[in-house]
């Protein structure tokens, strides 16, 4: 009789498993992103690249300009330019809180271009920023709003600056 206990509870157990298992592999993705009357809100999770999702929805949604902002949980690295190099200067933080991300989606080359900005926070409440050079997100989520211009803003390389700025003569 301890066998047959035994036994059903391994069978039970084992069906459990599998179903929790195809549950997981059929479950429908998250939506990332919404249409709200500035332009865009995305809601980002766990293991998502913050701007290579911005740039995916950039591209999908044919966005010719926009600002966005957003907060959360992440995994970053900033970098700071330095101007005798031309070159970011990188710096990697770990599980902190994003208080602050704000940034431009433009266009180069006929490629979306970004520059964003951020400011991060320990458990201590010691807070780090600069340019984000990738991101992603931790545990929790990211949201971001994105802010949808008119008009198709271009970004320029300028030798003087030996960086990519934004030009303000966009095509209508």
């Known amino acids: 009789m301890k066998h ?9 157990s084992a069906g459990a498993v599998a179903l929790a298992q195809s549950n997981r592999k059929t479950q429908i993705p998250m939506k990332k992103y919404t249409r709200v009357p500035a332009g865009y809100l995305m809601v980002l999770r766990q293991g998502d690249s913050i701007l290579n999702e ?35 200067d990188p710096k990697e933080f770990r599980d902190v809180e994003l208080a ?13 271009s970004l520059h964003a900005h951020g400011v991060v926070t320990d458990k201590t409440f010691q807070a780090y920023g600069g340019h984000i050079l ?38 209508r």
Do not use: C
């Open 4 to 12: 047959l206990v035994l036994t059903m509870l391994l069978v039970v």
């Open 100 to 112: 602050s991300m704000q940034g431009t989606i433009a266009w180069q080359k006929g490629e979306v």
């Open 134 to 171: 990738k991101g992603t997100v931790g545990t929790g989520s990211v949201e971001i709003l994105v802010t949808v211009h008119d008009q198709r803003l271009e970004r320029v390389f300028e030798d003087a600056l030996g960086a990519n700025v934004l030009s303000l003569e966009g095509t």
């Open 54 to 88: 911005i740039e995916a929805l950039a591209q999908a949604e044919k966005i010719p300009s926009a600002t966005f902002s957003g907060m959360g949980f992440v995994s970053i690295t900033f970098g700071f330019f330095d101007f005798k190099t031309r070159q970011y």
